[in-house]
């Protein structure tokens, strides 16, 4: 099973680098033959109209921009306090983090990692987000250390710093999913998300809110 994702990882990335191999590169640098072969084959002026969009589509689909630009400014360490709702009208428990967030795959994706407690016990958390340049949307992934699924969301993120993202997350208790949605904003100079999903009897409940504090 492994075996076969990967050569079909292999195939995926030998047509692109047909599609992205620069023309005439192989001629200019003997150290990549195989860029000369296919220049040969795919000369400039041979290049029919569809390659040519089809390679203007897969160079705009992965050109960081604007939106990946903000997901950058929000790079850096920070002090968490987070208070969550395990019951509708239960008093709060409060904990403290830390988080650690880096732009990857050339300032393509924010990744962050989260650590802190759990109901007593040590947390760690690894989420995602990037920019989608077809879907014109934002996604971000989440996983855990009390989890061994994977969350997904999408969403929108302004200049100001607020967001909407909306998706589901598995529930153990009950084998299937519930919906979430989380609510971003700009306290300052603190950024202030909150969490709210499907209560008891169907009616959406906040059950968490994380405050980041700037520390580098």
């Not at 802190?116 to 995602?128: I, K, Q, Y």
């Amino acid at each position: 099973m492994r075996s076969s994702i990967v050569l079909r990882w292999a195939a995926v990335c030998a047509a692109l680098v047909i599609v992205f191999v620069p023309v005439g590169a192989g001629a200019q640098d003997e150290e990549h033959p195989q860029g000369e072969a296919m220049a040969e084959e795919h000369p400039h002026g041979e290049m029919s109209a569809e390659e040519m969009a089809m390679m203007k589509a897969y160079e705009a689909a992965g050109t960081a921009g604007a939106e990946h630009a903000l997901l950058a400014d929000t790079a850096g360490s920070y002090k968490l306090t987070i208070t969550m709702w395990h019951a509708p009208g239960a008093p709060p428990e409060t904990t403290e983090g830390t988080a650690e967030r880096t732009m990857t795959l050339g300032g393509r994706v924010l990744e962050e990692k989260v650590a802190s407690s759990m109901m007593g016990a040590p947390f760690e958390g690894l989420g995602r987000t990037g920019y989608d340049n077809v879907r014109k949307t934002y996604w971000s992934t989440w996983t855990d250390s009390m989890s061994t699924a994977l969350s997904v969301m999408h969403g929108t993120i302004a200049e100001d710093g607020s967001s909407t993202f909306e998706g589901e997350f598995v529930d153990p208790p009950t084998g299937g999913t519930k919906a979430v949605r989380i609510e971003g904003r700009m306290d300052g100079d603190k950024e202030v998300l909150e969490f709210y999903e499907p209560g008891p009897d169907g009616t959406e409940v906040k059950v968490m809110e994380i405050v980041y504090e700037r520390a580098g």
